[in-house]
């Protein structure tokens, strides 16, 4: 069956400008998550949906950035005011309930560069 | 500061040697997991573990956890090309958090 997908798989853009990341869970899951990983590190958490709403933010590490997950499906993970410091491979995950050792299933990832 | 430290950072070696690799936490941890990822793919998951000092064996990796839930160990007999890549060990900190909680890695080479 189809695991998780992102998209765009590569995004290249300027300091300051906006950028809107997509990830399409595995279907029938209703946790989702968001991870950053830098260059040479393990991922770090963003953000966690259980349905439609954000069940904890407290990764997200400034208000530039934001994420939706409007019909508790696909989820977009939008940065405001792009800076260096943000690029890096932003990892999308998906879970069947979100419960203790629910296995989260990883997507590819998209790589994000600021320049 | 890493909440969980992973050991060694890298690892070069021949095929069929064997090898383990840490990770160590001065947090508890109520369950803890091993992932390996590949070059441009999300990390995939090895295995779970979840009792203090419980083992558990796929095929030539053995994977511990330690009896306080603070660290845990993968052992890999006989490496292979096919083991090379990237490990991570992520913990679940018994908050009510779902987020996993991942080390820096250890970046594997297996020489033929």
């Known amino acids: 069956g189809a695991g998780v997908s992102q998209t765009p798989s590569n995004k290249v853009t300027e300091k300051g400008k906006y950028v809107e990341l997509r990830c399409d869970p595995i279907?029938?899951?209703?946790?989702l998550y968001w991870y950053r990983q830098s260059l040479g590190q393990g991922p770090e958490f963003l953000i966690y949906?259980?349905?439609?709403?954000?069940?904890?933010d407290s990764g997200l590490p400034n208000d530039r950035f934001f994420a939706v997950r409007p019909e508790g499906s696909v989820s977009t993970l939008k940065i405001q005011r792009t800076e260096r410091g943000d690029s890096a491979v932003y990892l999308c995950?998906?879970?069947?309930?979100?419960?203790?050792?629910?296995?989260?299933?990883f997507g590819p990832g998209t790589r994000l560069t600021v320049l | 500061t890493q909440l969980l430290e992973q050991s060694p950072q890298f690892l070069s070696i021949q095929e069929g040697e064997n090898l383990t690799v840490y990770c160590n936490s001065s947090s508890v941890f109520s369950s803890l997991q091993w992932y390996r990822q590949e070059p441009g793919e999300g990390p995939v998951l090895l295995v779970t573990?979840?009792?203090?000092?419980e083992v558990k064996k796929l095929k030539r990796l053995t994977f511990q956890f330690g009896d306080a839930r603070k660290d845990s160990s993968l052992h890999i007999t006989a490496a292979q090309p096919g083991d090379t890549g990237l490990y991570l060990c992520a913990g679940e900190r018994n908050t009510g958090r779902r987020a996993l909680t991942f080390g820096s890695g250890t970046r594997l080479q297996v020489q033929p």
């Open positions: 573990v979840v009792t203090g000092g």
């Open positions: 995950a998906s879970s069947l309930r979100g419960t203790y050792t629910d296995e989260q299933f």
């Open positions: 949906f259980q349905g439609t709403g954000a069940a904890d």
């Open positions: 279907s029938g899951h209703t946790a």
